[in-house]
């Protein structure tokens, strides 16, 4: 059974930041890309950054690029997302996600990432 489960999130005033963690169980972390994805309430889910399996490979929406760090640790089956220079506009609720496959490479593509945890709280704000 995947289980994913983050932490980290909390309030930060603007120009902070703060460090998102998924602890990954259940499956075979370092065979699978990894995404962090964002849902303010009423809206859709949004794509934030992603990673290969390999920990090697990177990409970020133009929102986040320059301020946002993807990593992962595979020893510990764990997903990080640095968050510097947070803007109000960065509060969401943060998920990470388990592509559809192993082996694969990364997507930008939400539905292509087939388990998220239950996510936690950004809140940017004075």
């Known amino acids: 059974q995947v289980q994913l489960v983050e932490s980290g999130g909390g309030l930060v005033q603007p120009g902070g930041s703060l460090r998102l963690s998924c602890a990954a169980a259940?499956?075979?972390?370092?065979?699978?890309?990894m995404s962090w994805v964002r849902q303010v309430p009423g809206k859709e889910l949004e794509w934030v950054s992603h990673?290969?399996?390999?920990?090697?490979?990177?990409d970020y929406a133009n929102s986040v690029k320059g301020r946002f760090t993807i990593s992962r640790d595979n020893t510990n089956n764990i997903l990080y997302l640095q968050m510097n220079s947070l803007k109000p506009e960065d509060s969401a609720v943060y998920y990470c996600?388990?592509?559809?496959?192993?082996?694969?490479?990364?997507?930008?593509?939400?539905?292509?990432?087939?388990?998220r945890g239950q996510g936690t709280q950004v809140t940017v704000s004075s």
């Open positions: 996600a388990r592509f559809y496959t192993a082996y694969r490479p990364p997507s930008r593509s939400i539905d292509e990432y087939s388990d």
């Open positions: 259940g499956f075979a972390f370092r065979f699978y890309a």
């Open positions: 990673i290969n399996h390999f920990g090697t490979d990177t």
